[in-house]
């Protein structure tokens, strides 16, 4: 499975951003999906994942109520729809594949990043 991130850029605070994440290759997300971040000088952290089967979603504290993760099975394309955006979430933005858990270390794939960088 090969992943690819796009939807990234330079936005305002309080603006928002859609990322997309696009499997392709053997398409069969297993399990699940997610969205983590590395912010410079900073490890990597959970943001939000979804179940490939039922949906079901998890969000990291700050992600909530501000984040939505959706997916569409038919085009293999998980998303991060990013709203109220804080210069605090700015940070390289990963999709991976092969789980739903919170840890980067239960999956499988990982996209490219997309840069998200948000002005205050």
């Known amino acids: 499975v090969q992943l690819q991130a796009s939807g990234g850029g330079l936005v305002q605070a309080g603006g928002s951003l859609r990322l997309s994440c696009v499997a392709s290759?053997?398409?069969?997300?297993?399990?699940?999906a997610g969205w983590f971040r590395q912010a410079p000088g900073k490890e990597r952290e959970f943001v939000a994942s979804?179940?490939?089967?039922?949906?079901?979603?998890r969000y990291e504290d700050s992600a909530k109520g501000r984040f939505s993760i959706s997916r569409d099975i038919a085009k293999s394309t998980v998303y991060l729809q990013m709203n109220s955006l804080k210069p605090e979430d700015t940070a390289l933005y990963y999709c991976?594949?092969?789980?739903?858990?919170?840890?980067?270390?239960?999956?499988?794939?990982w996209g490219q990043g997309t840069q998200v960088t948000v002005s205050s």
């Open positions: 991976a594949a092969g789980s739903q858990l919170p840890s980067d270390v239960m999956y499988d794939y």
């Open positions: 290759g053997r398409p069969v997300i297993s399990y699940g």
């Open positions: 979804i179940s490939w089967s039922d949906g079901s979603t």
